[in-house]
């Protein structure tokens, strides 16, 4: 009869120490087999989160900055970041998941290289209204008609956007845009 209480299973043991060793060494081998497998599922899950993070933050930095892969790519950016203070470096290159941080490095780096960003208008849900084409004949009545979709805004010309950049980023940090693009990918 195999042992099932805690009292049980310390008698066994001390009556048959060699066994007991054994099972002991199998039952180790197996917990740590199962935690370097568990430790192998959260380093893949941890990735995955990092890369939508940083996937998030680029395209919220695209809204921001529509020339940010050209600055990315530029050695003159590096070169200008290098010359830096140190937080402006950590948002760059430690934090770059903050895209409001990263924004307003590009914003102090294109200030002191005086590359001219485009002026900023104000923009509310009524000019939204216009610069979006719909098919819709019926004005909606519940508040979805505030949401702001992905590919509203890639329908966009340049001027366009440039025009309303502000209020697209709200509607990114409100949580009233909505990915019907790249939604998968979040």
Known sequence: MLPKSEEEI???????????????TIADKKAKDRSIDLDKRLQEIETLR??????KAEAELMALHPDFITIREDD????????????????????SDDAMSVSRVIDLYKQDKQIVKSTKNTFNKADAAKSI????????EDESNS??????????????YEKHS?????????GKFIYDIS???R
Request: charged share 30%.
């Open 147 to 160: 949401y702001l979709r992905e590919s509203q805004v890639n329908k966009m010309s340049t001027k366009e």
């Open 133 to 140: 084409k719909s098919t819709r004949n019926v004005p909606q």
């Open 10 to 24: 310390a008698d066994w043991t001390k009556k048959h120490p060699d066994i007991a060793a054994i099972v002991e």
């Open 76 to 95: 003159v950016f590096h070169e200008w970041a290098d010359e830096q203070p140190k937080w402006v470096q950590d948002a760059l290159y430690e934090n």
């Open 183 to 185: 939604g998968g990918a």
């Open 166 to 174: 502000d209020s697209i980023m709200e509607s990114i940090r409100s």
């Open 50 to 55: 990092e890369t939508a993070n940083k996937e």
